[in-house]
């Protein structure tokens, strides 16, 4: 029996590290943004196209950056989910409308029960995407008062999500 | 109805033929393949240089949506949108390192195919090694234990037991 202990315990310690790699979602690659302040961006916004927005204008909130459009299926799973979150007027939700049409992208809103954004910013080429990391859409990052990136939630934002892990933080930012 | 039913070998003419023409779909479809996807490939034709250092760089990146790909091999738009920014850089004059520093710190180390070795990369970098080192240890000692039983005498009633199982005569012993 003893001559099998070895390669048992190799087994065991092999089928551990496969447990753990099936369990992890290959998708969701850690952001180096975390702690670093938000990329600098300066973009006309989508319902009042004269108007622009950037980080600055920002200043003194905890804020959420929604990066969202028209093309993107999951989002309209998470469209609710943000909706719900504007009318608790918990926290200020931007949106970053990426590689989308600007007639496109407010149609879309209208259709899937309205705006949750404060404002969003139009990302038609998707240069301020990619200075965010942005490799999928949805993506949502948590932005401190002083404009920096404290978490990134990848995919579409779920109520668990930001009962558990997202409005917590948000909170205890606003706070300290 | 009647008229429908045929004898077997104008059965097997018509699948003959069928089957030529199939053939000769698939060739022509075939030849034409590499012609269509150069075509979905069409970039903007540029200074041959800078495309090569914009493909040599992208080979090194990978394409974060589509898993196991490179930014050159893929098509997806992240890819196009990559390579567009790294035509770009290059263009403007940066060298390869400020370029993968420019990925890097939008999409972390994961984006690279070759990771830089630091504190939380040794055990990527040198498990194989110590993997090579470990077995070769453990190959060795097994053998020099084999090497070690094989030199050892029978004890006296091994030796009976082996003389009865072989069946040979006692004064055989050498």
Same mark, same amino acid.
């Given at each position: 029996?003893?001559?099998?202990?070895?390669?048992?315990?190799?087994?065991?310690?092999?089928?551990?590290?496969?447990?753990?790699?099936?369990?992890?979602? &290959?998708?969701?690659?850690?952001?180096?943004?975390?702690?670093?302040?938000? &990329?600098?961006?300066?973009?006309?916004?989508?319902?009042?196209?004269?108007?622009?927005?950037?980080?600055?204008?920002?200043?003194?909130?905890?804020?959420?950056?929604?990066?969202?459009?028209?093309?993107?299926?999951?989002?309209?799973? =998470?469209? +609710?989910?943000?909706?719900?979150?504007?009318?608790?007027? !918990?926290?200020?939700?931007?949106?970053?409308?990426? !590689? @989308?049409?600007?007639?496109?992208?407010?149609?879309?809103?209208?259709?899937?029960?309205?705006? +949750?954004?404060?404002?969003?910013?139009?990302?038609?080429?998707?240069?301020?995407?990619?200075?965010?990391?942005?490799?999928?859409?949805? =993506?949502?990052?948590?932005?401190?008062?002083?404009?920096?990136?404290?978490?990134?939630?990848?995919? &579409?934002?779920?109520?668990?999500? #930001?009962? /558990? !892990?997202?409005?917590?933080?948000?909170? %205890?930012?606003?706070?300290? | 109805?009647?008229?429908?039913?045929?004898?077997?070998?104008?059965?097997?003419?018509?699948?003959?033929?069928?089957?030529?023409?199939?053939?000769?779909? #698939? #060739?022509?479809?075939?030849?034409?393949? +590499?012609?269509?996807?150069?075509?979905?490939?069409?970039?903007?034709?540029?200074?041959?240089?800078? %495309?090569?250092?914009?493909?040599?760089?992208?080979?090194?990146?990978?394409?974060?949506?589509?898993?196991?790909?490179?930014?050159?091999?893929?098509?997806?738009?992240?890819?196009?949108?990559?390579?567009?920014?790294?035509?770009?850089?290059?263009?403007?004059?940066?060298? @390869?390192? %400020?370029?993968?520093?420019?990925?890097?710190?939008?999409?972390? @180390?994961?984006?690279?195919?070759? &990771? +830089?070795?630091?504190? /939380? /990369?040794?055990?990527?970098?040198?498990?194989?090694?110590?993997?090579?080192?470990?077995?070769?240890?453990?190959? $060795?000692? !097994? $053998?020099?234990?084999?090497?070690?039983?094989?030199?050892?005498?029978?004890?006296?009633?091994?030796?009976?037991?082996?003389?009865?199982?072989?069946?040979?005569? %006692?004064?055989?012993?050498?």
């Amino acid at each position: 029996m003893r001559r099998f202990l070895f390669p048992l315990a190799v087994f065991i310690v092999l089928a551990g590290f496969l447990a753990a790699g099936l369990r992890l979602n &290959p998708r969701e690659v850690p952001s180096p943004l975390i702690g670093k302040p938000v &990329p600098a961006f300066r973009l006309a916004q989508l319902q009042a196209g004269d108007k622009s927005i950037g980080p600055e204008d920002l200043r003194g909130k905890v804020w959420l950056l929604n990066v969202w459009a028209s093309w993107c299926v999951s989002c309209r799973q =998470e469209h +609710p989910v943000l909706i719900e979150l504007d009318q608790q007027k !918990k926290i200020t939700i931007v949106g970053l409308n990426y !590689k @989308d049409e600007r007639a496109a992208a407010i149609s879309w809103l209208n259709q899937h029960g309205g705006d +949750p954004y404060m404002v969003s910013a139009v990302d038609a080429d998707g240069r301020v995407g990619i200075d965010f990391g942005v490799y999928g859409v949805p =993506e949502t990052f948590l932005v401190d008062k002083n404009g920096v990136i404290r978490y990134k939630h990848i995919g &579409p934002v779920t109520a668990e999500a #930001l009962k /558990t !892990k997202i409005l917590p933080l948000a909170e %205890e930012l606003a706070r300290g | 109805m009647v008229k429908e039913i045929m004898n077997l070998p104008a059965c097997l003419q018509k699948l003959a033929l069928a089957l030529r023409r199939l053939l000769i779909v #698939l #060739l022509l479809t075939a030849g034409l393949q +590499p012609v269509l996807a150069a075509d979905g490939m069409a970039q903007p034709v540029g200074d041959p240089v800078v %495309e090569a250092r914009v493909n040599k760089l992208a080979e090194e990146l990978r394409c974060l949506t589509c898993m196991g790909q490179s930014i050159a091999d893929s098509q997806s738009s992240f890819s196009s949108d990559m390579k567009r920014e790294i035509r770009d850089m290059v263009k403007a004059g940066k060298n @390869d390192k %400020e370029i993968i520093e420019f990925m890097v710190q939008r999409y972390g @180390d994961f984006v690279l195919y070759r &990771p +830089p070795v630091k504190s /939380t /990369t040794w055990l990527l970098w040198g498990g194989p090694f110590l993997l090579l080192i470990l077995s070769l240890a453990f190959l $060795l000692a !097994k $053998l020099r234990k084999r090497r070690g039983q094989a030199a050892t005498e029978l004890t006296e009633t091994e030796h009976q037991a082996a003389v009865q199982l072989l069946g040979k005569r %006692e004064g055989d012993r050498p």
